[in-house]
């Protein structure tokens, strides 16, 4: 888990980030804003 305390993700287009996450992950992962940026959660699997 990650917190960035920067401006977000700005509601982007997914790109090449999101694709490894999801790779890597098996699809375990979740973008979340915050009052002030955005918390980054990832599950990789053993």
Known sequence: MVDDGGRGS?????????AFLQQASAGQWSLTPLSQGSRLEVLVPA
């Open 10 to 18: 700005g509601g982007g287009v997914p790109g090449i980030g999101t």
